[in-house]
């Protein structure tokens, strides 16, 4: 992508700010990269505040600018524009815009890993399960004076999905994203991908042609936000732009948002796990690994009561990452955003949670559902040890596409509802009209609007 990785703010290191200096596990004489915090402590509080403002090392006005830059020529050059940068950033080879068309293809299910295609079949039926009682079919009602009033509920005609690619290609996010649309009714699904991931990947392949998806675009990043927001001469413009991705795609629908609807600026994963003294250390670092092995801007964030676990924890994280391939980006994750708050009690833990809002939010041991009932701020909520976030990722039902970065303050995960529209349709009989028409006209007149006034009254009778 154009200009880099957008800034990473570096993580305080300072040795004071541990409560211990757990030692290295597997191979290593590295420190474990992640802290053990008092969260009440001036290093804790600074911590909170950086996890808080997380989403500030997201999109920086470099990479906006950037962004702006490559949406601004594709909306005005068309096809090539977009062929341009397919070509430089995506690597394409294709001669046309109409040439990053990807053909669909079926593959053998005997080509694949073991076991992927009956695990794609679970994950598709449990998504579709989860999802169908959100399909609404709006109401109609008639009050006391005749008045007809209704609220249509209708799916979006044409929709954009981003798949991502970069450090790995996503058959997860295809099912995550289609399966709401096809339950909402939507027509026309296109699904845009980085073309070495389609090419590269069997299982994404035969994720797409298992859901029916013939509207295939090599192209990633943000010409492909741009492309489906404005159309080009090849690519039609589409009604909603919903699926995760890098900096350079959240940056991109940031941009044409209001141009086009879009599901939600999504960040880098985050996970906060909150776990009494009884937890197994060895699971709670495998949990936290397994967010921070997505991205070196995740987040992965332990809060419990216990001294002792969260020292346990942070020795077995990095006696974990020493046999973990993707470890590399887990330890940078970790040293970013990486964090083991203890707490003096149960009441301190949830105010944190509530601070930091999480995409994913596991709550394990006793008073694991008790603390499930009081949670607002939170994308998804994990409830008990047997419970991890990566069922979430994968099989449990609901959406994995999930508010990041605080936003599950005020936002939702994506679901059937992203997908649809309501409009309303009112109907007055001349009866209720002359019933009617006097108040609507005094409210214009307080508001000095006289045109609505005299419209009002014309239906007096």
């Known amino acids: 992508m154009p200009g880099g990785e957008p800034r990473v703010v570096p993580a305080p290191s300072r040795a004071p700010q541990r409560l211990d200096r757990p030692p290295g596990g597997g191979g290593g004489s590295l ?29 920086d006005a470099k990479t906006l600018r950037k962004t702006g830059e490559i949406v601004r020529d594709v909306r005005r050059k068309g096809d090539r524009a977009l062929l341009d940068y397919a070509r430089k950033l995506d690597g394409s080879e294709a001669e046309s815009a109409a040439g990053l068309a990807l053909a669909p293809t079926i593959e053998d299910p005997a080509e694949l890993p073991i076991g992927f295609a009956e695990a794609l079949e679970r994950a ?33 005609q044409r929709v954009g999905l981003y798949v991502p690619g970069g450090r790995a290609a996503y058959p997860s996010t295809v099912v ?33 042609a298992r859901l029916g998806v013939t509207e295939i675009w090599g192209m990633g990043g943000a010409h492909a936000v741009a492309a489906f927001a404005y159309g080009t001469e090849t690519v039609r413009r589409v009604d909603k ?31 906060v796990i909150v776990a009494d003294p009884g937890s197994d250390p060895v699971e709670l670092a495998s949990d936290l ?30 006696r974990q990452l020493a046999d973990l391939s993707t470890a590399e980006t887990a330890r940078a994750s970790l040293e970013n955003f990486g964090a083991a708050f203890v707490v003096d009690g149960l009441e301190e833990a949830l105010d944190l949670v509530e601070r930091i809002a999480p995409e994913h939010l596991q709550l394990v041991g006793h008073e694991a559902e008790v603390l499930a009932l009081h949670v607002r701020n939170a994308g998804a909520i994990f409830v008990g040890a047997a419970t991890p976030e990566v069922f979430g990722d994968y099989i449990a039902g609901p959406s994995h596409v999930l508010p990041t970065c605080g936003s599950a303050r005020f936002a939702s ?19 209720a009209a002359s019933r009617r028409a006097a108040a609507a006209a005094a409210l214009a007149d307080v508001e000095g609007l006289p045109a609505h006034a005299a419209a009002a009254r014309r239906r007096l009778g």
């Open 124 to 156: 598709i039926a449990a998504v579709e399960r989860f999802h169908a009682p959100q399909r609404r079919t709006g109401y109609k009602m008639v009050d006391e004076e005749g008045v007809e009033l209704e609220e249509r509920v209708t799916p979006l």
């Open 176 to 208: 995550m994203t289609v399966v709401p649309a096809r339950v909402a009714g939507v027509q026309e699904i296109a699904v845009a991908t980085p073309p070495a991931s389609y090419n590269s990947n069997p299982s994404l392949r035969y994720t797409l």
């Open 31 to 59: 420190l474990s990269p992640i802290e053990v915090l008092k969260a009440t402590s001036r290093a804790g509080r600074r911590a909170v505040e950086r996890l808080v403002r997380r989403g500030d090392a997201v999109l």
């Open 241 to 271: 732009i919903a699926g995760p991705g890098n900096a350079w795609v959240t940056a991109a629908k940031k941009l044409v948002v209001g141009d086009v609807a879009i599901d939600g600026l999504a960040g880098p994963s985050e996970v």
């Open 289 to 318: 690994l397994a967010q921070a092995e997505h991205d070196p801007k995740a987040a992965a964030v332990l809060i419990t009561t216990d001294a002792r676990l969260a020292k346990r924890v942070s020795a077995e994280i990095d």
């Open 413 to 431: 995960s994506l679901g059937v509802e992203d997908f649809l529209r309501r409009s309303h349709s009112i109907r007055f009989t001349p009866v």
